[in-house]
């Protein structure tokens, strides 16, 4: 049997006073719902529509009449957050808001877990020593590293590396739509999966990460260490970690 442990944390970083960033961390019987929202669209438009986006899925998933959850039903929380930042957006204070968002839901019973991604958060795996991203960043610069153009330190400080192409917000979404990265995997054993905002890898490299997430300390100190990493580094930017930890239990 799989159990699963998990910690997530935001804090402003160094540099901002306001949090633009929030998280979801929650759970339901088997099921497990964890997503980092990070909001655009100046102070008050991004945290509102970050806090939004979170609090939509949240309340979509566990309202949900399908007993089954899965990819198909956080695809549909994740239109529904989308359209309901849109929606808005009809208040002028708000007119520019939106997030990236990296959603993910573990369901422990069928030993399977559901990503939905708009954006530049992103979602790692970290198993057997090496680091993975599983996302694909929606933006000019990430589009470049994922292709092998750029390398991670040329991407960590390229000048147009929080251009994104695409985000919550931006348009209305109907079922039909392609515009989110939809990824399922099997959930594996004794494996961490870390979902952080770009205040976390734009501070610090893949291999501080790794060297982070090796250590034997607990969830609760890894993340607080990647936070304070990313703020020694120079916490430029809201920062935000959830990690998950899968382990076998007889």
Partial sequence: MKQLSYYGMTEPGRCRENNEDAYLLERKGSYVIAAVADGIG????????????????????????????????????????????VSQQQNPRLSSMGCVLTAVLFDMEQHLAYMCHVGDTRLYKYKDSMLTKLSRDHSLVGLQEDAGILSEEEAMSHTQRNIITRFIGNVRLDWNTNYMMDLSFPIEVDTQYLICSDGLYDMIASAEIMEVLAQKSNLQQKVEALIKRANLAGGKDNITAIILETRQII
């Fill in 42 to 85: 100046g102070y008050e438009g991004g945290e509102v529509a970050s806090y939004l986006a979170c609090k939509c899925i949240s309340d979509y998933l566990w309202d949900s009449p399908e007993k089954d959850l899965g990819e198909d039903v956080l695809k549909q929380a994740v239109i529904y957050a989308n359209n309901v930042v």
